[in-house]
């Protein structure tokens, strides 16, 4: 594959790109973020830390960073982070070598205080009215009841035979 069918391939929308604010980490976001985030995992060691926080640019310049990516390191867009192909895992250390903990951080993403956004995953997190897409185009999409995981069990109970009635008709079967 050529350098330029590789960037139209990931060019190309998926279905998954129209769900607003999320960056899904797929195959093609790992290949672009992969030195975004081999210097976010590099924050692991006490040393790099160190390094970092003494001259960021500087210690930047180890990576084969897009401009982009450094751009969001230094300016410490964690939204911007995940589409430049940033792990929201990886990306979380670059939080904590600031002393931020992972809620902190998905209260920036979220344009919301730390205060407010622990509220809200405590009541259940976002609605998912007005999130569904960005072109609208699921907007009077009505999601599917959910099944208790009593009634999970119930159906798959009378839909299949647990294996105590496996071994029933087994031992009772004419082959030895």
């Given at each position: 594959?050529?350098?330029?069918?590789?960037?139209?391939?990931?060019?190309?929308?998926?279905?998954?790109?129209?769900?607003?604010?999320?960056?899904?980490?797929?195959?093609?976001?790992?290949?672009?973020?992969?030195?975004?985030?081999?210097?976010?995992?590099?924050?692991?060691?006490?040393?790099?830390?160190?390094?970092?926080?003494?001259?960021?640019?500087?210690?930047?310049?180890?990576?084969?960073?897009?401009?982009?990516?450094?751009?969001?390191?230094?300016?410490?867009?964690?939204?911007?982070?995940?589409?430049?192909?940033?792990?929201?895992?990886?990306t979380a250390k670059l939080g904590a070598t600031d002393g931020h903990s992972f809620q902190h951080i998905a209260a920036i993403m979220t344009g919301s205080t730390q205060e407010d956004y622990a509220k809200m995953m405590l009541a259940g997190g976002r609605s998912i009215e007005g999130n569904r897409?960005?072109?609208?185009?699921?907007?009077?999409?009505?999601?599917?009841?959910?099944?208790?995981?009593?009634?999970?069990?119930?159906?798959?109970?009378?839909?299949?035979?647990?294996?105590?009635?496996?071994?029933?008709?087994?031992?009772?079967?004419?082959?030895?």
């Open positions: 594959m050529t350098a330029a069918e590789a960037s139209a391939k990931e060019a190309k929308e998926k279905e998954y790109d129209d769900i607003p604010g999320t960056f899904v980490f797929d195959a093609d976001r790992s290949r672009r973020g992969y030195h975004l985030n081999m210097f976010c995992m590099s924050l692991m060691k006490a040393e790099n830390r160190r390094a970092f926080k003494e001259n960021e640019a500087s210690y930047l310049d180890r990576f084969a960073l897009t401009p982009e990516q450094r751009e969001a390191i230094l300016t410490r867009d964690y939204n911007r982070m995940l589409e430049l192909g940033g792990n929201i895992y990886f897409s960005k072109s609208g185009r699921d907007a009077a999409a009505k999601p599917a009841p959910r099944r208790t995981a009593a009634k999970s069990a119930k159906t798959r109970a009378k839909s299949s035979p647990g294996p105590t009635a496996k071994r029933a008709k087994k031992a009772g079967s004419k082959r030895g």
